[in-house]
Nanobody
C-alpha cells in the first residue's frame, strides 16, 4: 500500500559526493520515520541514517560528519553523501514507517522498503 522509490545511486571516485532520494507514495496517512540502510556484499544490512517526523536524526558512527539525512515537507527523504570512501560501496535501501489507510477502511501501521540503489566508490 505504501511504495518507496529510490534514485541517485551510481559510480563515484573516492572523495566524491552523491545525493540519494526516496519518495514515498500510496495510501499514506502519516510517516513517523524515514531512513537509509545499506548492505555490502557478504555483510548484513546496517542502518546508515534515519530521521523522525519531528526532525530528530540518527547516524551510524562510520558516516557521521560525512552524510546528511533530510526530509522535505512531503514524503521524500534525501541522503547527501560527501567524502565518499570505498567502504561506502553497497546497495542503499530506503525504509519508512508510519500509518496507512486500509482498503477496507481504517488506518493501520505500515513498514516499507525500497528496491535499493547501488552506490559504488572506486577509482
Amino acid at each position: 500500500q505504501v511504495q518507496l522509490v529510490e534514485s541517485g545511486g551510481g559510480l563515484v571516485q573516492p572523495g566524491g559526493s552523491l545525493r540519494l532520494s526516496c519518495e514515498a507514495s500510496g495510501s499514506i496517512f502519516s510517516i513517523s520515520m524515514m531512513g537509509w540502510y545499506r548492505q555490502a556484499p557478504g555483510k548484513q544490512r546496517e542502518l546508515v541514517a534515519e530521521i523522525t517526523s519531528g526532525g530528530r536524526t540518527t547516524y551510524a558512527d562510520s558516516v557521521k560528519g560525512r552524510f546528511t539525512i533530510s526530509r522535505d515537507n512531503g514524503d521524500t527523504v534525501y541522503l547527501q553523501m560527501n567524502s565518499l570512501i570505498p567502504e561506502d560501496t553497497a546497495v542503499y535501501y530506503c525504509e519508512a514507517e508510519g500509518r496507512a489507510y486500509y482498503r477496507e477502511g481504517g488506518v493501520g501501521d505500515f513498514g516499507s522498503w525500497g528496491q535499493g540503489t547501488q552506490v559504488t566508490v572506486s577509482s
